[in-house]
């Protein structure tokens, strides 16, 4: 990587201006979208889709890079505000997420036995406060057939990352004051909750899966590639190819050329096309499996926006629309296929239930579900212009 371009403190050249945002990218709402359908079919469908999990993990990189190149660019011009950045937090993540925690309350006592309602409310309040992984570290895995009766599993997701931003600002604050290289600082994390990761697989699978310990790398190689992309610095060092019948002369290759992003953005897509199907609940995640979707969304980022994928495919309107309700839609996935999953047949989902229950199931979760989601989504729906600053 070429990183001598800019000091390693972070400091920006004279006259140099940085925009405490993003500029907007139409192909990161689509892979949004990408990651939400693969969560989506893996949790209504899981025969059909079995490593659709690994959207969550796409999540991840998508949301260091968009909120890491914010908190790296406000510090580098002096405007950082821990007020107004959990400000920011509270209010795109806590409209839709009560309105979801909300309905679940709600329907879950029509639809659960006292048990079953007793654990979703420690669930619900685990959600709210971002601490779910920690409450579900002690009970059935992820994938357990007990994980049916569990409609907010899935906000493990928004627990591990809301506790990643509570240290990981702290963290590039302290450097910024001492001088030292926040690329540096991120790297060093990275191979750290890496190891941590592969390390405690197996001996502690539970553990590794839900600690936030073992997936903040996954977080902080977004983050790494917004502070490239932040200060403008290239991936590569300039790599060089002989040429001559002798290799007598050197000729720079060019890896900013529309076909190198077209080769990386299709690799990334390919990478994450191979974990959607190699991918299998019974397999011990994350560990090594877990580099195929955080390559794959790294290299799409990476590659940029006018690369032929990111263009033509992520960038296409559907992906683009169904990425801008992304986040609405994510906390209601796990109640729309899990909650009517309960132990009373007349509340079965239509994925396990028998035909006859269908219509009995559907009639419920279409006013409670649906209207959850549509709620959510029309008060977190934002122009396009802000959708990348949050």
Not at 77 to 101: E, H, K, N, T, W
């Amino acid at each position: 990587m070429k990183l001598e371009q800019l000091p390693l403190d972070g400091s920006v050249p004279t006259g140099q201006a940085l925009t405490t945002h993003p500029a907007y990218r139409p192909d990161i709402d689509g892979l949004r979208a990408l990651a939400v359908l693969a969560v989506v079919i893996f949790h209504a469908f899981p025969r059909y889709l079995p490593g659709g999990f690994i959207g969550v993990d796409i999540f991840f990189v998508i949301s260091g890079f968009l909120i890491g190149g914010i908190l790296i660019a406000s510090l580098q011009q002096g405007s950082f505000s821990f007020a107004d950045f959990y400000a920011r937090r509270i209010r795109r993540i806590f409209p839709a997420l009560s309105v979801v925690l909300l309905s679940c309350v709600v329907f879950g006592w029509f639809a659960l036995f006292p048990d079953e309602y007793k654990m979703m409310g420690k669930h619900t309040a685990g959600g709210a406060g971002f601490i779910s992984n920690f409450f579900l570290w002690n009970e059935v895995g992820y994938f357990d057939t007990a994980a049916e009766t569990k409609p907010l599993l899935h906000l493990l997701s928004l627990g591990i990352e809301e506790q990643f931003y509570i240290v990981w600002p702290i963290l590039l604050m302290l450097a910024w004051k001492w001088r030292y290289s926040m690329v540096k600082l991120a790297l060093l994390i990275v191979a750290l909750s890496f190891l941590t990761n592969v390390g405690g697989l197996h001996q502690f699978p539970s553990a590794t899966f839900y600690s936030p310990l073992s997936r903040v790398w996954e977080l902080l190689m977004g983050s790494v590639l917004a502070y490239l992309s932040v200060n403008k610095i290239s991936l590569f060092a300039g790599a060089h190819r002989a040429t001559g019948p002798l290799g007598g002369s050197e000729q720079r290759l060019d890896w900013q050329s529309a076909s190198a992003r077209n080769c990386l953005s299709a690799l990334g897509l390919a990478l994450i096309g191979l974990a959607l199907v190699l991918v299998q609940q019974s397999q011990p995640f994350p560990g090594w499996w877990a580099l195929l979707p955080v390559g794959g969304a790294w290299l799409l980022i990476a590659a940029g926006p006018q690369a032929w994928c990111n263009r033509v495919l992520l960038s296409s309107r559907p992906m683009v629309a169904l990425g801008l309700i992304s986040y609405p839609l994510y906390p209601g996935i796990g109640p729309c296929c899990r909650l009517p999953t309960s132990s009373n047949p007349a509340f079965r989902s239509p994925v396990s239930a028998p035909a006859p229950y269908w219509p009995r199931w559907c009639w419920p979760y279409s006013r409670g579900g649906w209207w959850s989601v549509r709620c959510a989504a029309l008060l977190t729906e934002k122009p396009k212009s802000w959708c990348c600053r949050a």
